[in-house]
């Protein structure tokens, strides 16, 4: 890899974004929407203050996982790709020229977000909101790495929708989010500490409830080290064309 032909995939990647109305619309009003509705819904209640930042983390990590996957095959089937890795541009400078591209975009998105949960529907964290915010951002960076991963095995822009619900709907479940994790099965519970989106959660429910960056730090390195882990996978997995 080479940061030449790194940074000019994550330059031409956002240049593409910049023109599609629709995913910026997508990436950053569709959470703000969300959070209003729950906001009117809950008026009153502290219901925004305690599952507000999770949703901070949650849609970052679904939005982009989206994203990155369909953006991913599309260029793959439309041969971009194929005529990319023709050049001296190898597959992990594609990888990390996408993340770098999108990883801009989860911090604008996670900026926006969390700016219009605080300041405007007046939500409040007890603990660090700069950490809340980096944990979102952690969360989006990882929702891109999984999706390039994800496009790797899909063969359609169906087929890379459909591969969403069979990643991250597991994840739901099992990270703690209707049940406590120490409250479920043995099994389970095991599950649960080998899936990334645990600690994304984790993380943001103890800064809820007044944490700061040293309380969730182990939480912090375990979202780094998925990230790298599904980037590799990505790059290893990486291929020029549909077949």
Known sequence: MSARPTLATAG????????????????????C?????VAWMFEGTPVLDRF????????????????????????????????LMTTPVGRGDVVLGYALAFGAMAVLQALV???????????????????????????????????LAASAVARTEFQAVQMMPVIIFPQLVTAGLFMPRDQMPAVLEAVSRAMPLT???????????????VDVR??????????????????????????
């Open 33 to 37: 929407v969300v959070l209003g509705l």
């Open 113 to 147: 977000v969390t700016g219009f949960a605080v300041y405007v529907l007046g939500m409040d964290v007890a603990g660090d909101l700069w950490v809340v915010v980096l944990v979102a951002v952690l969360d989006a960076l990882l929702g891109t790495a999984l999706g």
């Open 218 to 243: 182990g939480a912090v390195g375990a979202i780094v080290a998925f990230i790298v882990g599904a980037l590799l996978l990505g790059a290893t997995t990486l291929r020029r064309r549909t077949p």
């Open 12 to 31: 031409r990647v956002l240049r593409q974004l910049r023109h599609d109305h629709r995913t910026i619309a997508l990436l950053l009003g569709l959470p």
């Open 199 to 213: 600690y994304g959660l984790e993380a943001l429910q103890e800064l809820a409830a007044g944490a700061g960056l």
């Open 52 to 83: 507000g930042p999770l949703l901070l983390g949650l849609f970052p990590l679904i939005v982009m996982f989206a994203v990155t996957s369909v953006a991913t095959l599309r260029e793959r089937q439309t041969g971009t790709l194929e005529r």
